[in-house]
């Protein structure tokens, strides 16, 4: 394997190893911060972190919090700053 091969191999495996880019529950803006997602969650992934939820990985995928939020605002996918940061938006 030449140093080129291994360049890229080693680039490949940090893109793949990048775990920020795995899809997610989230909270959209509607978020009032009411804290029931959080009490709801039977597995505590959920951290309180400046007011808002955010979620961990892995958790069971009941969604239970998503079914409890009063707002709506729970929602699934790759959080659209991380996709910014990432220049993917
Ligand atoms: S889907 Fe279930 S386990 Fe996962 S964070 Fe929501 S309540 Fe917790
Ligand atoms: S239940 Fe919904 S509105 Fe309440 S803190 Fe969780 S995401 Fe925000």
Known sequence: MGIASIFK???KKEKWS??????????????DGCRLCYDECPTGHIKWINDRPE???PCLMC?????????????????PEVKKTKGEA
């Open 63 to 79: 969604a239970s919090c998503a079914n409890i939020c009063p707002s709506g605002a729970i929602t699934y996918g790759v959080p």
């Open 9 to 11: 191999w080693l680039v």
């Open 18 to 31: 990048d775990r920020s880019r795995e899809p997610r529950f989230y909270a959209l803006e509607t978020c």
């Open 55 to 57: 979620w961990e990985k």
